[in-house]
């Protein structure tokens, strides 16, 4: 069974920083692919960044490539996305998502088999 906690989110002023981290086992940080999804309110759920089992393929949504980075650490069986320069359109729950099938170019939330509960992340302007 692959379990993800996701944590990290908060309130933080625009053009501000967070770190969400989405916990989960050593055998699930070395062979899924990982990706983050976040659903603001009264808008659809959308891919923001993943990467592959390795984290050497790592893919973002144009709305947030150059502001987040995903990386993983294997040591602490997490997987991060650092979030930079952060927006009030940032504000949304966040998702960590975990599938063994390989996706190029972004993930699409259906090819997600495991699902975190999620993290809110505030952006105040």
């Known amino acids: 069974q692959v379990v993800l906690v996701e944590s990290g989110g908060g309130l933080v002023q625009a053009g501000g920083s967070l770190r969400l981290s989405c916990a989960t086992s050593g055998r699930t940080i070395r062979t899924y692919n990982l990706g983050w999804f976040r659903r603001a309110q009264g808008k659809e759920r959308e891919f923001v960044a993943a990467?592959?089992?390795?984290?050497?393929?790592?893919y973002y949504a144009d709305s947030v490539k150059g502001r987040f980075t995903i990386s993983r650490d294997l040591a602490k069986n997490t997987v991060y996305l650092q979030m930079n320069s952060l927006k009030p359109e940032d504000t949304a729950v966040y998702y960590c998502a975990a599938t063994r099938t390989y996706y190029s170019g972004s993930y699409p939330g259906s090819g997600m088999d495991y699902w975190g509960k999620g993290t809110l992340v505030t952006v105040s302007s």
């Open positions: 990467n592959n089992w390795s984290g050497s393929i790592t």
